[in-house]
């Protein structure tokens, strides 16, 4: 299993971002995905997720300026981030559970600054 995030960088506040997950080594399409994020200092906390159907969800606080999606044909999986605020900086990483097991991408920085 491998999943390989991108997308992250510099945005100021009030910007958007697009993040994009490569996954490979497992059928995809029969697993929901997920992105999290650890900002420094805080705990990994769950961002949104996507299942095989479809069926989206997001951390409260996000719901309304996020979006998941995904694309089983291409193995992707991306995170739409709008209206971004200083609080949503931090590493995002694309995440699965496959058997018993996280897998767990290397990570993306988000800076939010201006």
């Known amino acids: 299993v491998q999943l390989v995030e991108s997308g992250g960088g510099l945005v100021q506040p009030g910007g958007s971002l697009r993040l994009s997950c490569a996954a490979s080594g497992f059928t995809f399409s029969n697993y929901a995905m997920n992105w999290y994020r650890q900002a420094p200092g805080k705990e990994r906390e769950l961002v949104a997720g996507i299942t095989t159907v479809g069926s989206t969800y997001y951390a409260a606080p996000l719901k309304g300026r996020f979006n998941i999606s995904r694309d089983n044909a291409k193995k992707m999986v991306y995170l739409q981030m709008n209206s971004l605020k200083p609080d949503d900086m931090a590493v995002y990483y694309c995440?699965?559970?496959?058997?018993?097991?996280?897998?767990w991408g290397k990570g993306t920085l988000v800076t939010v600054s201006s």
């Open positions: 995440n699965t559970y496959i058997v018993g097991m996280n897998y």
